[in-house]
């Protein structure tokens, strides 16, 4: 179960340092990460518990502050895991680009606290700083360039040696 919490400026002050050292927000003034932060929301979550499953409608980002997560796929039912994430990572901001419902789950590993930037945080920069918000959305498409380009790896190896079975990957 997630629970959902209202920030304080002590808590703002450490969001706005965490997102301002990560790629995806790189560049953006302190404005900027403000006025998104206006808009986002913290969750809490304990281990086993998911942001979201795959097939949900997806309209966020999440920011990991602590914790880690399993990024998960299911392939016959079974949950393969792809990749794990820990604090300072960004999720869930491929919906944010395309449009598309959620292409994996995300679940908690362990205790996680994390950020959720909503797609209105997105439009009120776009309202209020067209250049800012340009930056944002070339930071996020170079983000899932990069996990496109780690993905690309993991199969052209998988192909290369086909011994690899995709089942050593499934969730224990």
């Excluded at 899932?144 to 790896?153: F, G, P």
Aim: glycine share 6%; net charge negative; aromatic share 8%.
């Amino acid at each position: 179960m997630h629970h959902l919490f209202e920030t304080g400026i002590f808590m703002r002050k450490e969001q706005t340092d965490l997102l301002r050292r990560m790629p995806a927000f790189g560049g953006l003034q302190n404005e900027s990460i403000e006025l998104i932060l206006f808009h986002s929301r913290e969750w809490v979550l304990e281990a086993n518990d998911y942001f979201f499953r795959e097939g949900e409608p997806g309209d966020s980002l999440f920011v990991i502050e602590i914790g880690t997560v399993l990024i998960q796929r299911s392939w016959k039912g079974t949950p393969i895991v792809l990749g794990r994430l820990a604090g300072g990572d960004c999720f869930g901001e491929m919906s944010l680009i395309d449009f598309q419902k959620r292409s994996a789950s995300v679940i908690a590993e362990s205790s996680c606290q994390a950020i959720e930037v909503p797609s209105k945080s997105l439009r009120s920069l776009f309202q209020h700083d067209l250049e800012q918000y340009a930056m944002i959305m070339m930071n996020l498409g170079r983000e899932v360039s990069r996990r496109l380009r780690a993905a690309d790896e993991c199969l052209f190896q998988l192909q290369q040696d086909p011994t690899m079975a995709i089942e050593s990957r499934v969730a224990t």
